[in-house]
C-alpha cells in the first residue's frame, strides 16, 4: 500500500510560479516511480511529469516543458512539481500517483491539489 498526499495549491497569477509537492508513506518510496497528473474542470484526466524512483528519469508532456520541473527528495519521501510561467490553462486539479513497477501504469493515486491562474 502506498499512500500519497499533494500540497502547494492555491490561486495565482499568469506568469507566476508554484511548488506543488506530494508527501509519500507505505512502501520505500525510492523503489517506485511517481507522476502528476491534472483535471481541468469538463476535461479528462491528462499526464503532466513522471519521475523515476531514483530520480534520474524524467518525462514531460509537451505543454509544460520548459516551464515545469519534477523532482523528488527520497530522503523526505517527497516528490515534487516546481511550475513557473503559469497560464490560465494549468488551472486544474494536480494529483499525484505511484507507479509501481515502472510501466507508467499508476497504482495509488492522491486527493489532489487545486491549482488556479488567473489573469
Known amino acids: 500500500q502506498v499512500q500519497l498526499v499533494e500540497s502547494g495549491g492555491g490561486l495565482v497569477q499568469a506568469g507566476d510560479s508554484l511548488t506543488l509537492s506530494c508527501s509519500a508513506s507505505?512502501?520505500?518510496?525510492?523503489?517506485?516511480?511517481v507522476g502528476w497528473f491534472r483535471q481541468a474542470p469538463g476535461k479528462e484526466r491528462e499526464f503532466v511529469a513522471h519521475i523515476s524512483g531514483d530520480g534520474k528519469f524524467t518525462y514531460y508532456t509537451d505543454s509544460v516543458k520548459g516551464r515545469f520541473t519534477i523532482s523528488r527528495d527520497n530522503s523526505k519521501n517527497t516528490a515534487y512539481l516546481q511550475m513557473n510561467n503559469l497560464q490560465i490553462e494549468d488551472t486544474a486539479d494536480y494529483y499525484c500517483a505511484a507507479d509501481l513497477i515502472g510501466s507508467r501504469e499508476y497504482d495509488y493515486w492522491g486527493q489532489g491539489t487545486q491549482v488556479i491562474v488567473s489573469s
Open positions: 507505505g512502501r520505500p518510496f525510492s523503489l517506485y516511480a
